[in-house]
C-alpha cells in the first residue's frame, strides 16, 4: 500500500469525525472550530492527491481552498460574536 494511499484513507476517516464534531458540537465555536478543521484537512487531502496522482495544478487549488477557509472562518466567528 502506497504511503499516500494510507494517508489518504486515515484523513477521510478524521474527516468522518470531524463532521460528527459539527454537528453535534456542544456549541457554536466547536461547530466553527469542527468547520475549520474540516477545511484545513480537505486542504491536505488535495495535496495528497496531487502527490498521488501527480498533477501540480492540484496544489494551486489546495493553496487557494486554504486561503479561502480561512476568511471564511474569520467571517463566521466575527458575525457569531456579534449574535
Given at each position: 500500500?502506497?504511503?499516500?494511499?494510507?494517508?489518504?484513507?486515515?484523513?477521510?476517516?478524521?474527516?468522518?469525525?470531524?463532521?460528527?464534531?459539527?454537528?453535534?458540537?456542544?456549541?457554536?465555536?466547536?461547530?466553527?472550530?469542527?468547520?475549520?478543521?474540516?477545511?484545513?484537512?480537505?486542504?491536505?487531502?488535495?495535496?495528497?492527491?496531487?502527490?498521488?496522482?501527480?498533477?501540480?495544478?492540484?496544489?494551486?487549488?489546495?493553496?487557494?481552498?486554504?486561503?479561502?477557509?480561512?476568511?471564511?472562518?474569520?467571517?463566521?466567528a466575527?458575525f457569531?460574536?456579534?449574535?
Open positions: 500500500m502506497s504511503p499516500y494511499l494510507f494517508a489518504v484513507i486515515a484523513l477521510s476517516v478524521l474527516m468522518v469525525l470531524v463532521l460528527i464534531l459539527v454537528i453535534r458540537g456542544p456549541s457554536v465555536w466547536d461547530r466553527l472550530l469542527g468547520l475549520n478543521m474540516f477545511s484545513s484537512k480537505i486542504t491536505v487531502f488535495i495535496v495528497l492527491l496531487a502527490g498521488l496522482t501527480g498533477q501540480p495544478y492540484l496544489l494551486d487549488i489546495a493553496l487557494v481552498y486554504a486561503v479561502l477557509g480561512f476568511i471564511g472562518t474569520i467571517l463566521m466575527k457569531v460574536e456579534r449574535r
